[in-house]
């Protein structure tokens, strides 16, 4: 069975995952193993992602950094703590964008699954790229879906 990987923000109600759920619905089950990872959950169209889709919340359910912090505290990850924290702030220098996302893309950590393909399905959004590109394993990377 290949594995697919897709990368996208949100699932809202708009055209970009209209269009994201029309191709989960035409991909055979029975051959792709298909993970979707969000950058946050919610969203109008989460409730029609097909249920064999592994869904994988990105940042969490946390609503805020502080509220995010605060939790890997809790668990005593102190570490990831400060990373989240740091990154964060760090953040806040950088010009809104591609630069921005990159330093946020540091809070999360890489994925050690192997993909087949893994695709950046909202661009030009700059988020689904960086993950692709350096927090993705995948034999292949198709960086540029653009739904139009």
């Known amino acids: 069975m290949k594995k697919i990987a897709i990368v996208t923000r949100q699932m809202i109600?708009?055209?970009?995952?209209?269009?994201?759920?029309?191709?989960?619905?035409v991909i055979p089950k029975e051959k792709y193993?298909?993970?979707?990872?969000?950058?946050?959950?919610?969203?109008?169209?989460?409730?029609?992602?097909p249920k064999w889709v592994n869904i994988k919340n990105l940042y969490g359910d946390e609503k805020t950094i502080i509220e995010k912090v605060i939790n890997k505290m809790r668990k005593g990850k102190f570490i990831d703590a400060f990373?989240?924290?740091?990154?964060?702030?760090?953040?806040?220098?950088?010009?809104?964008?591609?630069?921005?996302?990159?330093?946020?893309?540091?809070?999360?950590?890489k994925e050690n699954e192997i993909f087949?393909?893994?695709?950046?399905?909202?661009?030009?959004?700059?988020?689904p790229?960086?993950?692709?590109?350096?927090?993705?394993?995948?034999?292949?990377?198709?960086?540029?879906y653009i739904q139009m």
Request: aromatic share 10%; net charge positive.
């Open 13 to 25: 109600a708009g055209g970009i995952e209209k269009a994201l759920i029309s191709m989960l619905e």
């Open 33 to 49: 193993e298909v993970t979707l990872f969000v950058m946050a959950g919610g969203g109008e169209f989460e409730k029609f992602i």
């Open 83 to 109: 990373r989240i924290g740091f990154y964060s702030l760090k953040s806040l220098r950088a010009r809104p964008g591609y630069q921005q996302e990159k330093i946020l893309a540091k809070i999360l950590p």
């Open 116 to 127: 087949d393909l893994a695709i950046a399905y909202h661009v030009p959004a700059s988020f």
């Open 129 to 144: 790229v960086v993950y692709v590109v350096e927090h993705l394993k995948a034999k292949k990377k198709l960086l540029g």
